[in-house]
Each structure stands twice: as structure tokens, then as C-alpha cells.
Nanobody, 127 residues
Framework: EVQLVESGGGLVQPGGSVRLSCKGS????????IMWVRQAPGKGFEWVAA????????RYAPFVKDRATISRENGQNTVYLRLNNLTPEDTAMYYC????????????????????RGPGTQVTVSS
């Protein structure tokens, strides 16, 4: 059974940082690109960052480009997302998801191409 489980969220003060983790199981983790998406209260899903299966390519949404670092350790079946200089606008449930396609030749940022989203981890930015 394919599973992705996110962790690392919490209450963070404005200007603070958070490191989120996404652990996968039930599939060959290193063969799939992984994406982080988020959903703020009352809003739709938006992609945050994506990383290729071998970590050679990384993509960031414009609103986090200078504040985020995505990385992965395939030996640990884990992808990380570090977000710095957080603002209240970053308050959201953060999810990771795997690419639908095995070893896709390019790293897509289309949310529709990712599935098996985990239960999410809540990040709340507030003083």
C-alpha cells in the first residue's frame, strides 16, 4: 500500500523557520518525483516545491522561491521541505504527494500529475 506521511509542522512565529518531512512507503521511493502542496483555510491547493527522483532538479513556487529548500534522502524514503522567514500567509496544511508516472523524464509542477497525498501537517504562523 502506497503511503506518504508528513510531519514537522506546528506553531511558528513570524520570521521563523520550519522543516517538514515526508516519508514514503509501499513504492520504490527513489523512482518518483515528489511535490509539496499546501492548502490555506478556505483556499484551494497550491504547489510549493517539487524535487526530481534523484534530486537533480528542484522547482519552487514564486512565493517561496527565496525562502524554501527542498531535499531528499532516498535511502531514508524521505523528502524534506525547509521554509524560512515565515509569514502568516504561509499558514496552511502542507502535504506531499508522489508523481503518478514512474521515472517521468521531466519534473512537472502540475498538481494533477501527483497523487497519494498524505494526511498533511499543519503549519500555523502567528505571534
Amino acid at each position: 500500500e502506497v503511503q506518504l506521511v508528513e510531519s514537522g509542522g506546528g506553531l511558528v512565529q513570524p520570521g521563523g523557520s520550519v522543516r517538514l518531512s515526508c516519508k514514503g512507503s509501499g513504492f520504490v521511493f527513489g523512482h518518483y518525483h515528489i511535490m509539496w502542496v499546501r492548502q490555506a483555510p478556505g483556499k484551494g491547493f497550491e504547489w510549493v516545491a517539487a524535487i526530481s527522483n534523484a534530486a537533480g532538479t528542484k522547482r519552487y513556487a514564486p512565493f517561496v522561491k527565496d525562502r524554501a529548500t527542498i531535499s531528499r534522502e532516498n535511502g531514508q524514503n524521505t523528502v524534506y521541505l525547509r521554509l524560512n522567514n515565515l509569514t502568516p500567509e504561509d499558514t496552511a496544511m502542507y502535504y506531499c504527494a508522489k508523481d503518478k508516472e514512474w521515472q517521468r523524464s521531466t519534473l512537472t509542477t502540475a498538481i494533477s500529475e501527483y497523487h497519494y497525498r498524505g494526511p498533511g501537517t499543519q503549519v500555523t504562523v502567528s505571534s
